[in-house]
Nanobody
Framework: QVQLVESGGGSVQAGGSLRLSCSVS????????MGWLRQGPGKEREWVSS???????SYVDSVKGRFTISQDNAKNTLYLQMNSLKPEDTAMYYC??????????????WGQGTQVTVSS
C-alpha cells in the first residue's frame, strides 16, 4: 500500500507559480510510476504528468514547457512545479502512484488532492 498527502495548492493570479508537494509513504513496490492528475470544475479527471523510477518524465501537451515533475527519493516527496499558470489550470490536483509502467497511466493509489485556483 501507498499513502499520499498533497500540499502547496492555493490561489494565484495568471502568470504566477506554485509548487505542489506530495509526501509519499508505504511500499516502494507500488511506486513504479508516480504522477499528478487534476480535475477542474465540471470536467473529467485529467492526467497531467508522470515520472518513472528511471527519472523519465511525460506531460500532457497543455502543460509542456510550464510544469515540471520531479521527485526527491531521500525525502519521499513528489513535486510539481507549475509556472506561467493560466485560469484553465484551475483544478483539484491529485498525487498518484502505481506499480504499472507509466505509459499505462492506471494509477491505483491517490491522495486527497490540493486545490489550485488561477484568476485572470
Amino acid at each position: 500500500q501507498v499513502q499520499l498527502v498533497e500540499s502547496g495548492g492555493g490561489s494565484v493570479q495568471a502568470g504566477g507559480s506554485l509548487r505542489l508537494s506530495c509526501s509519499v509513504s508505504g511500499s516502494y513496490y507500488f511506486r513504479r510510476c508516480m504522477g499528478w492528475l487534476r480535475q477542474g470544475p465540471g470536467k473529467e479527471r485529467e492526467w497531467v504528468s508522470s515520472i518513472g523510477t528511471d527519472g523519465s518524465t511525460s506531460y500532457v501537451d497543455s502543460v509542456k514547457g510550464r510544469f515540471t515533475i520531479s521527485q526527491d527519493n531521500a525525502k519521499n516527496t513528489l513535486y510539481l512545479q507549475m509556472n506561467s499558470l493560466k485560469p484553465e489550470d484551475t483544478a483539484m490536483y491529485y498525487c498518484a502512484a502505481t506499480l504499472s509502467d507509466c505509459y499505462r497511466r492506471d494509477f491505483r493509489f491517490w491522495g486527497q488532492g490540493t486545490q489550485v485556483t488561477v484568476s485572470s
